[in-house]
Nanobody
Framework: QVRLAESGGGLVEAGGSLRLSCEAS????????MAWFRQARGKERELVAS????????YYTDAVTGRFTISRHRTNYAIYLQMNNLQPEDTAVYYC?????????????WGQGTQVTVSS
């Protein structure tokens, strides 16, 4: 059973920074990519950023480009999201997700989520 554990959420003022962490724990697991999604109250879940473990490459949604940086642990299935210049519209529950090899890029494993609240 693959488990993803997020940490690092919290309350911050506009313009502040937070760093989210996500670590996968599993007996056998090969990840094609991992990502951060977020869901604000009353809105659909959206992809914020992703990073590939097979090959290289990152993706950012336009709203966070230049402010957020996704990175990965060198050897473990762990990812991080450095969030700078946070704005009230970044307030959401942030979820870590993993797309295993052979799943055609589908994110099959999800964490429980961590709340990020940005006050104006």
């Amino acid at each position: 059973q693959v488990r993803l554990a997020e940490s690092g959420g919290g309350l911050v003022e506009a313009g502040g920074s937070l760093r989210l962490s996500c670590e996968a724990s599993a007996g056998t697991f090969s990840s094609y990519a991992m990502a951060w999604f977020r869901q604000a109250r009353g809105k659909e879940r959206e992809l914020v950023a992703s990073i590939r473990f097979v090959g290289k490459g990152t993706y950012y949604t336009d709203a966070v480009t230049g402010r957020f940086t996704i990175s990965r642990h060198r050897t473990n299935y762990a990812i991080y999201l450095q969030m700078n210049n946070l704005q009230p519209e970044d307030t959401a529950v942030y979820y870590c997700a993993a797309a295993p090899v052979g799943a055609d890029g589908r994110y099959l494993y999800w964490g429980q989520g961590t709340q990020v609240t940005v006050s104006s």
